[in-house]
């Protein structure tokens, strides 16, 4: 217990907020789902629109940029392979340019391929997968939020506080079920008296 609002006598109405209890987990998993949330939503956007001509224009010169190492780096192999040849340049030196061109070449696949993949439209399936995700995200915080909710503890009935010194209960530790304080209604008293049958 964090806080409590009411003390000894004071009158309380059905839902009022008696108490709070530590919060701290409850938020950042709220939190934390929420940005989960952000993010499933904005990859099923994604899907469903497709990619924006920036992100095709940035695949597209990826592509273009791959495409010009490549040819640098075929030209500088052509000639350290006549170089080594003729004896002019070390083994080393052409293996590197080796290295560089198999390296271009393979940046090149992988450039297109991203290309491919941006111009590619969704499956339904992954639209569906997406929007599961979504869905299950969504219920997710959705639980969270009760449960930070549950933090708050609320009277329960109308009445007025019988429970003495409320305030020594700030840091104490509430198991689920545990009872906090007391709240009694006096306005309507149903009483059983007894009294001889002669009467």
Do not use: C
């Not at 080796?98 to 439209?121: K, N």
């Not at 305030?167 to 001889?196: C, F, H, M």
Request: proline content about 2%.
């Amino acid at each position: 217990i964090i806080e409590v609002m009411v003390a000894e006598g004071d009158q309380v109405s059905r839902g009022q907020i008696l108490a709070q209890l530590s919060s701290w987990d409850q938020e950042r998993q709220v939190a934390v789902t929420q940005t989960d949330l952000n993010a499933a939503e904005a990859n099923l956007a994604r899907l469903i629109e497709g990619a924006s001509p920036e992100e095709i224009e940035v695949a597209r010169r990826q592509v273009t940029s791959a495409e010009a190492s490549l040819a640098f780096s075929q030209a500088e192999y052509d000639r350290a392979e006549e170089l080594l040849a003729s004896g002019t340049v070390s083994r080393a030196a052409f293996e590197q340019a080796q290295s560089q061109l198999a390296t271009d070449i393979a940046g090149l696949e992988v450039a297109q391929a991203s290309l491919d993949l941006v111009l590619a439209e969704a499956s339904a399936n992954d639209i569906a997968i997406a929007q599961s995700e979504v869905d299950r995200l969504t219920l997710e915080l959705q639980f969270q939020r009760d449960e930070l909710e549950r933090t708050r503890v609320v009277a329960p009935m109308e009445g007025r506080i019988v429970t003495a010194n409320l305030q020594l209960l700030i840091g104490k530790y509430l198991r689920s079920g545990d009872p906090l304080l007391e709240i009694e209604n006096a306005r309507v008293v149903t009483a059983e008296i007894a009294v001889p049958e002669s009467d």
